[in-house]
């Protein structure tokens, strides 16, 4: 079942914009994840942040989460054309902390 | 560096076949995740496992199997392909103890069934 919904679907910026994405998602959860999925790959973790927290960095990844509205918000900074993949965004499965459920992602495209 | 390896990246396979998609992870996790990709539908969860020879269904586990014998490789098991299984499959793992440190993925089997 359907936890987080990203928004919005596609992104397109250019090269050294910002970028931002929305998940919004149903339940209470204890932590959300952002995650990158390159073209035809895997996704790679990017970044947890935790129920208590509001806002967490990892280098140019600023990750905001407002529970009370039940929403994250994910911000790169100075974004490179590398940026280019999908992001989502993860929480832990109303039935067990161990199984995340994934949205459908953020395309972002950043243009040279 | 840590890794989860699945045995094919890409993988053509006629209906009616049975087919095996096998994952290995060397970080020593306990869960492991199987999820199927669709445009539109994002991931969706297929069968887990948190221990060898333990498995649980997700949420689209039908015409799918699982096993888990040894604690770093859980397979995939397609008993009889079928056309709408054509899909991005891909393999995660975690670890119980540090869970909120996120999965790791390996890169994905595109399946084509014809």
């Known amino acids: 079942s359907q936890q987080g919904e990203e928004d919005p679907q596609a992104l397109s910026i250019q090269e050294g914009e910002n970028a931002t994405m929305n998940c919004s998602y149903k339940?209470?959860?204890?932590?959300l994840q952002w995650y990158r999925q390159n073209s035809g790959r895997g996704l790679v973790h990017l970044i947890l942040i935790r129920s208590n927290e509001r806002e967490k960095h990892s280098g140019r990844l600023r990750v905001t989460l407002d529970t009370s509205k039940k929403s994250s918000s994910l911000l790169i900074t100075a974004s490179r054309a590398a940026d280019t993949a999908s992001y989502f965004c993860a929480t832990p499965s109303s039935g067990s902390a161990r199984q995340l459920t994934f949205g459908s992602g953020t395309q972002l495209t950043v243009l040279p | 560096d840590v890794k989860v390896t699945q045995s094919s990246r890409y993988l053509v396979k006629r209906t009616g076949e049975k087919v095996f998609l096998e994952c290995v992870q060397d970080m020593d996790h306990e869960n492991m995740f199987w999820y199927r990709q669709d445009p539109g539908l994002g991931l969706r969860l297929i069968y887990f496992?948190?221990?060898?020879?333990?498995?649980e269904k997700g949420d689209i586990p039908e015409g799918y199997s699982v096993s888990r014998e040894k604690k770093e490789r859980f397979s995939l098991i397609l008993e009889s392909a079928s056309t709408n299984q054509t899909s991005m499959y891909l393999c995660a793992s975690s670890s119980r103890d540090r869970a909120l440190y996120g999965y790791t993925f390996g890169s994905g089997t595109r399946l084509t069934v014809v």
């Open positions: 496992s948190y221990d060898v020879k333990m498995k």
């Open positions: 339940t209470s959860i204890n932590n």
